[in-house]
Structures are given as structure tokens and as C-alpha cells.
T-cell receptor
Framework: AQSVTQLDSQVPVFEEAPVELRCNYS??????LFWYVQYPNQGLQLLLK??????LVKGINGFEAEFNKSQTSFHLRKPSVHISDTAEYFC?????????????FGRGTSLIVHP | DADVTQTPRNRITKTGKRIMLECSQT?????MYWYRQDPGLGLRLIYY???????NKGEISDGYSVSRQAQAKFSLSLESAIPNQTALYFC?????????????FGPGTRLTVT
């Protein structure tokens, strides 16, 4: 069975500083990986996804993530954050085998950007 | 217009009441899901449906039921609400053919059970 661990529940950072949000997954098969963002009082929206190919994936709003199969990680990075990046970030994994693709979500990381 | 809509957006109800949360989508997706979000627990799957005649329990289905009235509509019911069902509820859809599990979420319903 698949599982996702987001190692930090909260990450405070100053504006214009770089940030990394960590995500590790557990699965016995190949996986698809996702990062979603939830702005205050809104639903979740996709930031980026890894399905296959290049292990460095670029998403919206300047975010990128790198798939590391040997370390079973999919960490999210941004070189310079803005106040508007303050939000909850969720990592998710789905398994293509069997055709269900039902994702498992991590518990979320709250990114707090200070001026 | 939003692709996935949820009604109501906010609801306060009393213990023991029956309540229904509704979800509609215009994305043409066959697959629909109901999740519950609690602080520090992330999203947990309540029920999912891969087509109108297919309903499946998720991780935390106890105390909930669902109805798939049409391809575009998927409602969640709490037969007898209890305070620990106070949470933020999300409906989502995903593609079937060529899909990856990418989810398209509604704006959420904030439910408070007193």
C-alpha cells in the first residue's frame, strides 16, 4: 500500500528566501507524484506532477520538484518566495498499476511567508 | 463558471440531524470523490465512484453515505451528524481514460456540528 510523509507540518520563511518542502513516499511499484496547493478558504489546485520522463518537474508560480527514486522523495522547491505563497501544500502519490489511480495524500505542510 | 461546485459552502447543524452535501461537475469526468480535511490530518477519502453504477468505500466511510445521481452529480449524506464530523469536505473529480489520478477539487463545504 502506498503512503506519503510530509516531514514538516509548518515551514516559516522570510520573503525572497528559498524554500524546500519535503515529501517522502512508500510504494512497492512505480508511482505518479503530485503537489497541490490550498490557499486560505479555497479548494486544492495542482501545482505540478511527475508521471514519467525528466525527474525535474516545473510547475506554476515558479515552483519545481525533483523525483528521486532511490530516496523515494519528491521535494518541492522555490528559489524566492513571496507573501502570496503562504498556503497549505499537499504531496500526493497514486499507483498506475491496477488502473484505479486513487491518490493518497500527505498531512500537509503549512508554508508561512513573513515580510 | 467553476468546473466543480459544492453546495452549501458553509453549514452549521445540530447533533442527530441528517444533512446532505452536494457536488456537481462540468468537466465530463466519470470519477468522483468525497474527501474530508481535518487540521494536521490532511485529506482522507470517504467514498469514491468510478461511474454512475459504481460506489466504493474509502478510508473513513463510517457514518457517511453517498448517492451518484448522474455522471455530473455526487452527493454525500450524514445520516445522523455528530460533533466529530465537523470538518472541511471536498468533492473532486478525475479522468478515467489516460488518467493519472490528478484530482480537480471543488471549493469545499465547511460543516460544523454542534
Amino acid at each position: 500500500a502506498q503512503s506519503v510523509t510530509q516531514l514538516d507540518s509548518q515551514v516559516p520563511v522570510f520573503e525572497e528566501a528559498p524554500v524546500e518542502l519535503r515529501c517522502n513516499y512508500s510504494s512497492s511499484v512505480s508511482v505518479y507524484l503530485f503537489w497541490y496547493v490550498q490557499y486560505p478558504n479555497q479548494g486544492l489546485q495542482l501545482l505540478l506532477k511527475y508521471l514519467s520522463g525528466s525527474t525535474l518537474v516545473k510547475g506554476i508560480n515558479g515552483f519545481e520538484a525533483e523525483f528521486n527514486k532511490s530516496q523515494t522523495s519528491f521535494h518541492l522547491r522555490k528559489p524566492s518566495v513571496h507573501i502570496s505563497d503562504t498556503a497549505e501544500y499537499f504531496c500526493a502519490v497514486s499507483e498506475p498499476s491496477g488502473g484505479s489511480y486513487i491518490p493518497t495524500f500527505g498531512r500537509g505542510t503549512s508554508l508561512i511567508v513573513h515580510p | 463558471d467553476a468546473d466543480v461546485t459544492q453546495t452549501p459552502r458553509n453549514r452549521i447543524t445540530k447533533t442527530g440531524k441528517r444533512i446532505m452535501l452536494e457536488c456537481s461537475q462540468t468537466k465530463g469526468h466519470d470519477r468522483m470523490y468525497w474527501y474530508r480535511q481535518d487540521p494536521g490530518l490532511g485529506l482522507r477519502l470517504i467514498y469514491y465512484s468510478f461511474d454512475v453504477k459504481d460506489i466504493n468505500k474509502g478510508e473513513i466511510s463510517d457514518g457517511y453515505s453517498v448517492s451518484r445521481q448522474a455522471q455530473a452529480k455526487f452527493s454525500l449524506s450524514l445520516e445522523s451528524a455528530i460533533p466529530n464530523q465537523t470538518a472541511l469536505y471536498f468533492c473532486a473529480t478525475s479522468e478515467t481514460t489516460g488518467g493519472s489520478g490528478e484530482q480537480y477539487f471543488g471549493p469545499g463545504t465547511r460543516l460544523t456540528v454542534t
